[in-house]
Every structure is written in C-alpha cells, then in structure tokens.
C-alpha cells in the first residue's frame, strides 16, 4: 500500500463527501500561485476540521500558522453568524494571501489574520482579555509546538477543544534521538499532552493525499 493509493481514496472519499467548491478550489489556486509551501490540510481533513468545530459548538476559533488560510476558511464555515476566528500568521506575505482567500470566501467578517510570530501575538491576546476559544488549530512551525499547546491551555477552558496537525511525520515521531527540530517539537508537545491534568486527548495516524501523518486532539476536562 502506497501513496498513490492513498491519494486515489483520498479522491474517490473527497468525490464522494466533499464535493468540489470554487472558494476552496481558488484558495488552494491561490497558494500554489503564490508559491507558498503545500502544507495545507487536504479537503477531507478540512472538512474534518469543520465538523469538529460544529460538534463542539464553537462560537470562538483560534488558528496558529494560517498559510494561505485553507483551514481558516473550513474552521469559519462552522461558526454562527456572531462568530469570531483570529488566525496567527508570522509570514506577512503568507498573511496577504490568506486575507484575499477569506474575503473571497465570504468570511472576512468573521476572521481576523494576525501578523507576527505566534510566540509575540499569543501573549497579546490573554492582554487583550480573550481567555476563551472553543477550539483552537495548531499548525505552524513544529519546534514551537510545546509553547502553543501551553498558551492554547491558557485561552481554552473547559470543553474547548485543542487539534494539532503533523504529530506522526511520516512515522518518525517514535524516533526519542531524532535529531530533527520538528520532530523533537511533536515528541515533547505529545508528552506534554500526556501529562497535563487538565485534558483527555488521543492521536489518530492517517494516510492519504498528503502522506503519511496524524494529528492530536485534546478536551479540556477541568477550568483550572
Ligand atoms: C509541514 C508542516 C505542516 O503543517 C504540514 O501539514 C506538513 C508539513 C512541514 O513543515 O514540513
Ligand atoms: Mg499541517
């Protein structure tokens, strides 16, 4: 069983479930265009995303890593009418890309891209009093995984949900030595997971379009 495999389920499910969409399909144009790195979810994982966010009732979204804001439109489509997503963005030009992407999607009013690294706007946001989201999507630079999974910590409370994308990376999360940042990053954010009170998570190893991955997902158990 090989990639290619992999891709054509991902096809024939995506066919099947996730029927094609010009908003989506210009945003992915978009990107490839603008040369920005293939790290976005596939459609499925997208959609997956999307129902998360409506089974958790999520009025509040918080992204970290918006690339060309791929993921940030299916998190959007979950959100009422009232709704808030504030997306980080370290990129400026990453940021730009995803600003057009979200206001041709429809959910420019909805979505706030913030730029600047993560490890600088997180703080700012408990500042600003937000100390709530329902769910928040992490899925920037590897290394700084175990710093965002703590500040998800600090602006989620109970029932909010924490989804990380890329714990498995191909398999190599079980190499402890790994002398690969990314790797490293995955390694200590699962730990971190693992040992947290305040939570009850698992991770699920996928296949498809996008390889060989998987990501984490975590419920706040408690508020303190
Ligand atoms: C990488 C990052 C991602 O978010 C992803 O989905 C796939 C790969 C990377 O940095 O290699
Ligand atoms: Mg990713």
Known sequence: ??????????????????PAD?????????????????HNVSPNQGKLLMLL?????????????????????????????DGR???????????????????RAGLAHLVEVRVGRAID??????TEGYNRFDLIFIDADKPSNPEYLAWALQL???????IADNVVRNGSVIEANSDDPNVQGVRQFNKMLAMEPRVSATAIQTVGSKGYDGFAIAILTSDD
């Open 1 to 18: 069983m090989t990639q290619e495999l992999w891709t054509e389920v991902d096809c024939y499910i995506t066919d099947l479930l996730v």
């Open 121 to 126: 706007t997180l703080p700012k946001l408990a």
């Open 85 to 103: 997503l504030i997306t980080l963005e370290s990129n400026p030009k990453y940021a730009e890309i995803a600003r057009k992407n979200i206001l």
């Open 53 to 81: 966010a409506l089974i958790n009732k999520a009025h509040t979204i918080l992204e970290i890593g918006t690339l060309g804001g791929y993921s940030t439109i299916w998190l959007a489509r979950a959100l009422p009418a």
């Open 22 to 38: 010009t908003v989506l399909d210009a945003t992915l144009e978009a990107s490839h265009a603008d040369g920005l790195p293939p």
């Open 156 to 162: 989620s409370g109970r029932g909010s949900l924490i």
